[in-house]
């Protein structure tokens, strides 16, 4: 079974410009979740979608947004890049069986903002 | 708002002995669930453990167990006879039983392996 895909795996945008980062599940997990890591903030969690529905969102801007298509593949877009937001976004599949399955992380994004 | 505090910020072992890594949470919730993550230098985050907070008995998995202590709101993770490969970060996270999955993190805690 294959794990969880983020594409691209760096990336390298000028202020003000915006982004586009895709995560592709486990097969069959209808639930992915973005996270942004950093030296300072540590792991925070940006926002879960499941079935193309956004279920719960962190405490971030509004230049941050994202959906997830019917093949649970899911994508976040930041927008107006601002230096702060370089970081490693982490993306997170699970089956939601029920609540207590674990999160499989992919390898992440590394975004760098100059 | 449900934290999460790892107080190591770095820990080192000497191989083949053991090691604790320290967790503590705040909650209001009876139901939930806690894992412990580890992230190598690669930086994918694998999971090492999960306990179940309405299960009493630890956790075990090999190497790593848990001392879980719910009326302390307390998560250790002991991992005995430690090896190279162990070196990592390592993260607590909690995660409600009914706020899907919104996982909430600690700060992390690298471990260092001596040989």
């Known amino acids: 079974k294959a794990g969880v895909t983020q594409t691209p795996r760096y990336l390298i945008k000028t202020r003000g410009q915006q982004v586009t980062l895709s995560c592709s599940p486990i097969?069959?997990?209808?639930?992915v979740s973005w996270y942004q890591q950093t030296p300072g903030q540590g792991l925070q969690f940006l926002f879960e979608?499941?079935?193309?529905?956004?279920?719960n969102k962190g405490n971030f801007p509004g230049r941050f947004s994202g959906r997830q298509f019917s093949n649970s593949r899911s994508e976040m877009n930041v927008s107006t890049l601002e230096l702060g937001d370089s970081a490693l976004y982490l993306c997170?599949?699970?089956?939601?069986?029920?609540?207590?399955?674990?999160?499989?992380f992919g390898q992440g994004t590394r975004l760098t903002v100059v | 708002a449900q934290t999460v505090t790892q107080s190591q910020p770095e820990m080192s072992v000497q191989e083949a002995e053991t090691v604790t890594l320290s967790c503590t949470y705040d909650?209001?919730?009876?139901?939930?669930?806690l894992f412990w993550y580890k992230q190598p230098p690669s930086r994918q985050m694998i999971l090492v453990i999960r306990?179940?907070?309405?299960?009493?008995q630890n956790a075990t998995e090999n190497r790593f167990s848990v001392n879980f202590q719910k009326a302390a709101k307390s998560f250790s993770l002991k991992i005995s006879d430690s090896q190279l490969g162990d070196a990592a970060m390592y993260f607590c996270?909690?995660?409600?039983?009914?706020?899907?999955?919104?996982?909430?993190f600690g700060t992390g805690t690298s471990l260092t392996v001596i040989p």
């Open positions: 997170a599949s699970s089956s939601d069986v029920n609540s207590g399955t674990e999160a499989f």
């Open positions: 097969s069959g997990h209808r639930s």
């Open positions: 979608y499941f079935s193309e529905t956004q279920r």
């Open positions: 909650t209001s919730e009876s139901d939930y669930y």
């Open positions: 306990q179940e907070a309405y299960k009493q």
């Open positions: 996270a909690y995660r409600s039983a009914r706020s899907g999955n919104q996982f909430y």
